[in-house]
């Protein structure tokens, strides 16, 4: 089915079970540990050997020497691999990882060997009798010393350089000006599941049961790597346990796992710890971002411009696409947006929920509340007033499908109170604690992906929904569930739903918030074409309505298990975006509203309550939509306040490697935190009119956060995350 032209009324609008808030199917089997993760197909491999990956010790330079016969002789070893022993490896895909292919080191925790053994204790036992030398190299560690040799990235993901119209001009005539400049570290996704791969073969065939987020991005960087035909593999990730986009790409237990495997002729199963997966997988890279306005005086943007540096290794060229979401939220006529990208010997950068957007708006959104003060005006009065119906670098050409930002603003204020916000800091007490209110706006980019599904109608009325789509943890089962459901007329407990294998049709896999919208899509799809089937076969015009089990036109009613017949039904479809999706801009927009307080003597901070008003198509399930926005949220605190992989600049590495020093947000720093859905449908979108929500909810959270600080304390930090000793420094106001 080709998505080509504006959704018209259909069966998705009868609202019935989608929209509805449903509990998550799949809740009882996660609750009660009953849904496999990758390490924990026991049953599938029961005589599975363990494996235990050796992480460089260096940041840069050579092994000179590896000695591994004590491991070799160690009880229950059964192999050993290091880059004298292993075998040859492709890297003609941009998703191969090969590894040990050679003694080179270019980042600290690169695999540099891998033991397998009986058990885990005997292959994490051996690993420590590898005795490795290196030669070690100088590196390059820190980004602020490189940016002056930052070059821009190549095309693709990131956009490295966008202009309209003549900023530098536009800047220097404008009456109000603001030049300011942040940073951001670091960070980890930090997931609760470690990456964890088993690998079984059978003759030449090999299943590989991994923890990843897109399967057929994983089939094919594991097939190149291993030089295998593709429809030799077979790939399983039916649960995982969060990946933020960590799992978005092939790492060393996934490919070891498969040569051990393989040259021993029985499965191998690895999972990382949780220190060497900061080290050996990809992180969020850090960014030196400097912001350019110039208004008029009453506050409209005459001319923006967003400059970022990010780094990666010179082999991955990621950047961190920092200033793209200045380039779609608001007016201005003259733009300059660029990033630079510099070359750094650490871990691989990769994407981070909200890649890009989410440290973007932490500098756009705080340069914007800089800007309002500036000004003297209101900052949600600021960001109203250079709202825009288009994208502002591309013109009236192309307009927003759906834009609701400035009601988002609006009954966001009105909920939290804004109206009654001291404007000037430092100004507002409760006994010990400094009071501040904040806002940001957001937005995300609406990306959609190709996607497939099968379904078979059985003959006592159940319906089997088959896709390569994976679940992270953020409602898949059950959003597809509700989605099948409500096509063929019945309740979501008639609907199996079964993912994360790559014998299903290839689906969208989880990531860049298109996973319900594009995967539903496609779901969506094969009903249609199933519906028409089932009228077809049970002699029925195109008006036949799909209801409570049963398939009716006039007074004629059959029921869909009576139409299936023993043989049941069984279809396949796919839906495809082609360019429509290129017609409009779009995006999902969000304003979130923060209350700070700061205790006067030690400068703690704490959120005491948020409130995040979303505007993000048709929601197809409120609850998880609105546990999306709560994670989105709680990852936004950690971002504005503790988050911080600490490079240690000698060795190269993320020094605070563990959840015991790299600090993310727990309960007790949570406090009520309100989620708001305006009401939207977007039928450019998607013929389920949904946008994507995922990490819409952290996008602009922190800078809210930064916002209220600011306006407790009078201190404005532009040096992420803020912590206590900052704000000390800074000279915050005292008892």
Known sequence: MDFNAPATANPSDRMRVIGQPLDRVDGPLKVSGLAPYSYEYHGEAPNAAYGWLIGAEIGKGKIAGIDTKAAEAAPGVLLVLTHQNAPPQGKDSDYAAPQLQGPEVLHHGQAVGFVVAESLEQARAAARLVKVDYAAEPGRYDLAQERSRAVAPKPGMVKPETRAGDFDAGFAAAPVQLDVTYTTPDQSHAMMEPHASMAVWEGDELT????????????????ATLQMPPEKLRVISRYIGGGFGS?????????????????????????????????HTTHRPATIQRLRIGTDVEGRIAAIAHESWSGDQESGGTAEGAASQTRLLYAGKDRLTRHRLAT????????????????????????????????????????????????????????????????????????????????????????????????????????????????????RGRLTVETQMTDIGTGSYTILAQVAAEMLGLDVGAVTVKLGDTRFPQASGSGGSWGANSSGAGVYAAAMKLRGIVAQRAGFNDEAVFEDGTVRSGQRSLTLAEVAGEAGLSVEAEITFGDFSKQYEQAGFGAHFCEVWVDVETAEIRIRRMLSVAAAGRVLNPKTARSQCLGGMTMGIGAALMEDAVVDKRHGLFINHDLAEYQVPVHADIPHMDVVFLEEEDDKSSPIKAKGIGELGICGVGAAVANAVYNATGVRIRDYPLTLDKLLKAGMPQA
């Open 247 to 279: 799992k978005l790409v092939v790492y060393g237990d996934a490919v070891l796992s498969a040569l051990a495997a393989k040259q021993l002729g029985r499965p191998v199963k690895v999972a990382l710890t949780r220190q060497q997966i900061f080290n």
């Open 208 to 223: 590989l049961y991994t923890s990843h987020q897109i399967l057929h991005w994983a089939a094919e960087g594991v097939a």
């Open 344 to 459: 750094l010997d650490l871990p691989f950068a990769g994407a981070m929920r909200a890649p890009g957007e989410a440290v973007g708006l932490l500098v756009l959104e705080c340069a914007m509340d800089e800007l309002a003060e500036k000004l003297g005006m209101d900052p949600v009065e600021l960001r109203i007033r250079n709202d825009v119906a288009y994208n502002p670098e591309e013109g009236p050409s192309k307009p927003y499908s759906t834009r609701k930002l400035v009601e988002c603003l609006r009954e966001g204020a009105r909920r939290f109170g804004w109206e009654a916000r001291n404007p000037r800091p430092a100004q507002v007490r409760d006994g010990r604690w400094l009071v501040g209110h904040g806002v940001a706006a957001a937005v995300r980019p609406n990306p959609v992906m190709d996607s497939g599904a099968r379904l078979h109608l059985d003959g």
